[in-house]
């Protein structure tokens, strides 16, 4: 579906006024060109646009690519080719073809920064790296690189669409990697590696605390200093994890862990802001 809406999207952008180049398709199949050969019988940069504009919108990226690389190749200096060189990066990145397509952007950005469609390229670029997120198990640089291009959308071009759900992007894109810190942080625990768990699990704590991974790594850490011998350590962490998340599955881990100290029940009024609480605990 986010696909289909960056396609309809794209076409928007990709159609220049008063150029009306686009025919109905009658839902035969024996209407499509076979794949590989070109039936166009109009070779003007125009014509060639068109064919892959239609090609585009048949899903037939491969036959749309192609055809925007002839105008680039054929016509060079027509007004359609700049927009070929977006639309064929748009083809590939529909064939999931993303260093291809990021290659292409890249070019397109060096060479026409004044473009008017030059945020929607910045955005399918980024595009491009985010979709190649692997999971949390996995080496997360590709996400580190989804995030930065991401982010390059907002700070450029804060007031878009664009930059709208790049910033939605991005929130996903911070889970992934605190997700990335706890398997590293609970693997270092099973290992009796506390030092270095400790590391991992505080770092969620102080770099992604907008994520779900904190009431965990906040749990974690209890178990820890328990283990550890560290009791008001982990009173103190319990007592966090208890202020902003009491509602919490881990909170109740915790809370039966420490149980024969009331203290640590869950807290009713006015709680202190997360940060302020988090600060003076860590520092």
Same mark, same amino acid.
């Given at each position: 579906?986010?696909?289909?809406?960056?396609?309809?999207?794209?076409?928007?952008?990709?159609? /220049?006024?008063?150029?009306?180049?686009?025919?109905?398709?009658?839902?035969?199949?024996?209407?499509?060109?076979?794949?590989?050969?070109?039936?166009?019988?109009?070779?003007? +940069?125009?014509?060639?646009?068109?064919?892959?504009?239609?090609?585009?919108?048949? %899903?037939?990226?491969?036959?749309?690519? #192609?055809?925007?690389?002839?105008?680039?190749?054929?016509?060079? =200096?027509?007004?359609?080719?700049?927009?070929?060189?977006?639309?064929?990066? $748009?083809?590939?990145?529909?064939?999931?073809? $993303?260093?291809?397509?990021?290659?292409? *952007? #890249?070019?397109?950005?060096? *060479?026409?920064?004044?473009?008017?469609?030059?945020?929607?390229? =910045?955005?399918?670029?980024?595009?491009?790296?985010?979709?190649?997120?692997? #999971?949390?198990?996995?080496?997360?640089?590709?996400?580190?690189?989804?995030?930065?291009?991401?982010?390059?959308?907002?700070?450029? $071009?804060?007031?878009?669409?664009?930059?709208?759900?790049?910033?939605?992007?991005?929130?996903?894109? %911070?889970?992934?990697?605190?997700?990335?810190?706890?398997?590293?942080?609970?693997?270092?625990? %099973?290992?009796?590696?506390?030092?270095?768990?400790?590391?991992?699990?505080?770092?969620?704590?102080?770099?992604?605390?907008?994520?779900?991974?904190?009431?965990? +790594?906040?749990?974690? /850490?209890?178990?820890? =200093?328990?283990?550890?011998?560290?009791?008001?350590?982990? %009173?103190?962490?319990?007592?966090?994890?208890?202020?902003?998340?009491?509602?919490?599955?881990?909170?109740?881990?915790?809370?039966? *862990?420490?149980?024969?100290?009331?203290?640590?029940?869950?807290?009713?009024?006015?709680?202190?802001?997360?940060?302020?609480?988090?600060?003076?605990?860590?520092?």
């Amino acid at each position: 579906m986010i696909r289909r809406a960056h396609l309809l999207l794209f076409l928007g952008l990709a159609v /220049l006024p008063g150029c009306g180049m686009f025919s109905a398709w009658d839902g035969r199949s024996s209407s499509l060109a076979p794949r590989g050969q070109d039936l166009t019988r109009d070779q003007s +940069a125009e014509g060639l646009y068109g064919a892959g504009i239609e090609a585009l919108q048949a %899903r037939r990226y491969q036959q749309a690519v #192609d055809y925007f690389d002839r105008v680039e190749r054929d016509h060079p =200096y027509s007004t359609w080719a700049t927009n070929a060189k977006l639309m064929a990066a $748009y083809g590939e990145y529909q064939r999931n073809r $993303y260093t291809e397509a990021i290659g292409a *952007l #890249d070019r397109f950005i060096q *060479l026409h920064p004044a473009h008017r469609d030059i945020a929607y390229a =910045y955005y399918l670029r980024a595009l491009c790296y985010y979709e190649q997120i692997s #999971d949390a198990q996995r080496d997360q640089r590709g996400t580190e690189q989804a995030m930065a291009a991401l982010q390059d959308v907002v700070n450029r $071009y804060p007031d878009t669409a664009y930059a709208r759900d790049a910033r939605l992007k991005i929130d996903l894109g %911070r889970d992934h990697l605190a997700g990335k810190e706890m398997n590293v942080g609970r693997f270092y625990q %099973r290992q009796r590696l506390y030092g270095a768990a400790i590391g991992r699990f505080k770092r969620v704590v102080e770099d992604y605390q907008t994520t779900n991974h904190v009431p965990e +790594a906040l749990h974690r /850490l209890t178990e820890i =200093y328990l283990a550890l011998g560290l009791t008001e350590e982990a %009173r103190q962490t319990a007592s966090v994890l208890g202020h902003n998340f009491p509602g919490s599955p881990w909170y109740q881990d915790s809370y039966a *862990l420490l149980v024969d100290d009331p203290s640590l029940a869950a807290p009713t009024g006015e709680r202190p802001g997360f940060l302020r609480r988090t600060w003076n605990w860590l520092f």
